[in-house]
């Protein structure tokens, strides 16, 4: 079982920043795909970024240069550095975690931004 706590989020004026952390339990951190993915109010959740387990990483257009994931492995964490931010980033910010055919998710933090 993998267990995944996000942290970071919270309210930001327009063009601010904010790191996103998300930390795993368990042994299987250093060959998951770690993900994160956004759900707006009213919305469908949707993909924002990954990283592979050997660091290769891809992003959604909408974020593509605002957002960088990395991950350390040796502290079973991944962190989503957001820059720039609009209020269009306003959701709940969830981690996944992909390992075979199992995948599993955080409980979300929440990004606020303000105009």
């Known amino acids: 079982q993998v267990q995944l706590e996000e942290s970071g989020g919270g309210l930001v004026q327009a063009g601010g920043s904010l790191r996103l952390s998300c930390v795993a339990s368990?042994?299987?951190?250093?060959?998951?795909?770690m993900s994160w993915y956004r759900q707006a109010p009213g919305k469908r959740r949707e993909f924002v970024a990954q990283v592979s387990s050997d660091g290769d990483t891809n992003y959604a257009t909408s974020v593509k240069g605002r957002i960088t994931l990395s991950r350390d492995n040796a502290k079973n964490t991944v962190y989503l550095q957001m820059n720039s931010l609009t209020p269009q980033d306003t959701a709940v910010y969830y981690c996944?975690?992909?390992?075979?055919?199992?995948?599993?998710w955080g409980q979300g933090t929440q990004v606020t931004v303000s105009s």
């Open positions: 368990g042994t299987i951190f250093s060959a998951a795909m």
């Open positions: 996944r975690a992909n390992y075979r055919l199992a995948a599993y």
